[in-house]
């Protein structure tokens, strides 16, 4: 129903509007071409819609002011890292203490227990460790995971993400598992490593995990960085049902899912995890990721944890655990992330997915809006019920007019995803803005 030379014409209008605009921005992405890799410090950066990326002056609350002077609405909040919102005043105020008393040193301090003990509050595991990125607390749990079965393999979802966990980049090509498109670099073939299951099928999961060599199950309880998939229901009650039959671990990662409330998926449906990973917005935008385990995992782990060789046993790092980025977490925890937060910011992802949808029934377009907690996604197909379908609805051209677009109409969405994110921060006008600039892309599209 789309006109391809339609959206390459409105591309095109944008893109001339867009460098009109941003002349600083254009400056310094090209003195950046000079010592930056593809211009930027890290590469999915060039993944933003426009010519160049737009640089940064600073961000507060839910708004981004660019180095031109132009200001955002921020619907991409850093990816989930600033859910909070940005510049937290009781984050900022408690790094700028700690960094007057010492940022890392190797010695633990009491923020570590206080964080921990909320962290088990919220998510009900009773005993947790800390990491830089949830990267690598889902490495340092594969690990474990792999010590205490003794088994090789672990098992994710079909177009799952976890960060640049090396076993995670793997899909399935009808029944083999293949390297996700677009990995560099593999150290071995993922097919060695790694068993991938459909997301929604039970039937799949209970004939994969029966052969008995895999360790554990990563997985997020919704699909997220594929686009919002959601589970059916009793999936994830049969998918716990499976693992624990099949001695396999189950470990929920909650980095992109804490969007469902105070303790994630997790604590808002019930989940009963052995492991249960969760990073970015936990210390308000300071590197930081933590994992729980039950008591029983606790206790198979004590001895090896408190051998003389853990330092190099694969888990841990020089900066992790530091004395700056927990006193960030203690200050972001007690304040943020909070029930009366959530109380604010799922309305607005509620009001978002309602003008999308109103927008998407006026033109009587195919297309579809999920929402999750205080996070929603609109995709142009009917849900996807898995992570292949998903993926196979992509529609990169469309999706980066849009996103160009809306930045150039002041409303910044995450740069591979149709995704909204919502802080306390935010209001009312903030959502009201994005459904008029979505209507306005969608009538030209059409019309």
Known sequence: MIDRERIAVLRADEERRFVETHPKSQALAEEAGESLLAGVPMPWMTRWAGSFPVFLESASGARLVDVDGLEYVDLCLGDTGAMTGHALPAVADAVARRARQGITTMLPTDDAIWVAQELARRFGLPQWQFAMTATDANRFVLRFARHLTGRPRVAVMD????????????????????????????????AQTTAVLPFNDLEAAERR???????CLLMEPALTNIGIVLPEDGYLAGIREITRRHGVLLVIDETHTLCAGPGGATSAWGLEPDLLVVGKPIAGGVPLAAYGMTAEVADRLREPMLGHEIDVAGVGGTLTANALALAAARAALSSSLREEDFALAVPLAERFTDGVASVIAEHGLPWTVQRLGCRAEYWFCPPPRNGA????AVDEELEGLLHLLALNRGVLLTPFHNMALFSPQHSTDDVDLHT???????AALVG
């Open 159 to 190: 177009w799952c993400y976890h960060g640049t966990v090396d076993e995670a980049f793997a899909t399935l090509d009808g029944d083999r598992v293949v390297p996700r498109p677009g990995l560099l670099g593999a150290p071995v073939d993922v």
């Open 436 to 442: 008029a600039v979505f209507g306005e892309a969608v």
């Open 389 to 392: 379908e998903a993926a196979a």
């Open 209 to 215: 995990l029966a052969a008995g060599d895999v360790a």
